[in-house]
């Protein structure tokens, strides 16, 4: 799977946990963008991610993200797996 | 459009626990709650749920037909939220509710079909041959998987068709029974206690005869404390989501802090310690009976948590007694008839502090924190002042935040930054007071701790070298 590909399954992610879908994704996007974007949240988008993309992920790893594009680097190296 | 609003008060949640059986102190304690990860006591979040269908149900908007739901739970509704239901969006798959507070999502809740007819459903559950008796809890959290039981109906299907008669009509007075007892299932059964609903994704089946909601854990996640179950009622079945946050962190006891402070080092004091019945108040009791001083721990609403920490302390042989004092009171009278002799002063009131909003500055909030930092404090000082005591040296905790903070703290950073100016100035301005403050980071306590477990420095060793400086 592509990154490209990887963002766009993400942002389906985040329209559903944060019900809008006017969020548009970007590498760059980060907490600071999206106003609900909060600790708890975060883990609700970890846990949605793992089950959309079949993947498991470790707390250290995903608390160390910085934005959308760490994401993507993460999820793309865990597939790549 | 607006589908509904409404706040949910302490009756409501007395009867919600009637109606689902899910008395878990986080929605009916308010100390109880004071130690969970909310903070406060919370609605039930499938109580808005079965609030939202029944709004849906007697709307224009109703599709005519609801075969299964999907809820999500982003973040908590307080008691006395003014709780909006707005309807997102309608088409073919059903139709989407948001449900917010003060502009935050507290629920996406989806109305729609099933995948798959009800009859097929029944015949592939699987958990029609559980026993209506819970396994035996697991003590770690791993072995929660494979957990099974079932949940008794607390009450008859009937009586949701009081509370909820256009839901109740429209999928059937026995489906939103199910619905409650998932509650039930989360808070008081599998995982239980201080649990939060994550997401409930349920479709409806034939209607059977059960006689509770059959469970079974499916998965866990310990990194997230993550469960995963499946569900099957007498007229439903599905998954859900919760969280299981670990146990409010305790303190450390008075062997560790013995260990770590050297015998007699607070000897001089005489302290009274605002807020000691908890967090770093707690632990700064501690320290300074260790080290040989004598403490008076002060509790606003916590009488039993202070008298624990003044027993632990005594039982070591140390010097503490308890007393009540409101910083909303006066405080030269609630003075007046303590220990006339204080030489220290240290100062741990506060209010929820982690209340998550969508909007980067809230008037009220700074209000509520300033009381706690701002006024409370100068009218403690005042009250030191008017009962005669000079000589008093004061600790305020300041925060690290107000450099640099994370998402949502700009309220309380704002009020520790006024009561670090206040400070000066009353240490500059008040005669026979002075006035110590130290700007503290994130540290260990009920106030700080999260549902994925976090791991966030002890008081103890941010603790010690301040109050050395003191």
Redesign the interface.
Known sequence: MTKAEILEKLSEIFHEVFDDDGIVLTPETSADHISEWDSFNHIHIIVAVEARFGVKFQVAEVTALKNVGDLVTLISARLAA | MLLGQRRFSTEDQEHFRHLSGDANPIHMDPQAARRSVFGEVVVHGVHTTLWALDCLAQSELWPGEVTALDV?F??PVYLGDLVTLTV?SQDADGI?I?AEVGG??VA?IRFGRASRPAEELSAADGLDDLAAVDSAKPHDFVDFEGMSGGVPFAVPAEEFAKDFPCAAKAVGAFRLRDIAAASCLVGMHCPGLRSVF?RLSLEWTGQGQGSCLSYRVTAT?A??N?LRLSCQGSGLMGEI?A?SPPQAPRQPGMEIIFAAVSSGEFASQTALVVGGSRGLGEVTAKIIAAGGGSVVITYARGQEDAARVAQEIQAFGGKADIAHYDIFGSSAEQLAALEPSFTHVYYFATCHISR?T??VFEMARLEEFQKFYVAGFYELCQGLIETGRKGVKLFYPSSVFVEDR???FTEYAAAKMAGEILCTDLDRFLNGLSVHVARLPRVMSDQTY?????EIPGALDILLPVLRRM
Not at chain 2, 450 to 454: H, K, N
Request: hydrophobic residues 25%; proline residues 4%; glycine residues 8%.
């Open positions: 999500r982003p973040n997102k989407r948001r935050k999502l996406t994550a996640h990194d997230f993550l989501e969280f998550k969508t909007q994370a998402k949502g999260t549902v994925s477990g976090e």
